[in-house]
């Protein structure tokens, strides 16, 4: 079944020209190489996100979820190469609606969900590791194929502010 894009935190893309591969073959090592990190409360599992409106075709997603925090994982061959992402997010909920209220938003959310250092800590280590996981295997794949290793530069994510102002 389809589901609702999570509220984004992060994202990461990178498109890895000359690499040939299969979503299924991509999935499967990076599930192996996350359960090599033994990250705790983590489930994975496969969703797919429509292309567009409801008659549009589905992709298919990989998702490591810990806790509140969600992470899609796609890989898919793009002409000669295979493009690979990973969006980092929260399910949206009840809670995401009433934080949009007026003048009362922000406070209940401050109230229902306080933010500590021990929650954005914890994130940013579920982040680090799917995202150590995720570059683990394209540098595998990159290497057996006898093509260039990411840069420094290009393993970076893009960082959203946890919650604005």
């Given at each position: 079944m389809a589901k609702a894009a999570p509220i984004v935190h992060a994202h990461w893309y990178h498109m890895i020209e000359g690499l040939q591969a299969s979503p299924t073959e991509f999935y499967a090592a990076v599930e192996r190489a996350i359960a090599e990190r033994q990250v705790p409360?983590?489930?994975i599992s496969r969703v797919d996100y429509r292309e567009g409106s409801l008659v549009t075709a589905k992709r298919e997603y990989l998702?490591?979820?810990?806790r509140q925090?969600?992470?899609?994982i796609c890989g898919a061959p793009f002409g000669n190469g295979f493009f690979v992402s990973w969006w980092l997010g929260e399910p949206q909920g009840c809670l995401s609606l009433l934080a949009e209220l007026p003048f009362v938003g922000g406070f209940l959310e401050s109230?229902?969900?306080p933010l500590t250092y021990y929650m954005l800590d914890t994130a940013l280590m579920f982040q680090a590791s799917v995202h150590n996981a995720v570059q683990q295997v394209i540098g595998e794949m990159?290497?057996?194929k006898g093509l260039r290793a990411l840069?420094?530069?290009e393993r970076k994510p893009v960082m959203r502010e946890f919650f604005q102002d």
């Open positions: 409360d983590t489930k998702r490591v979820k810990r925090h969600i992470f899609d109230v229902l969900k990159t290497e057996a840069t420094e530069a």
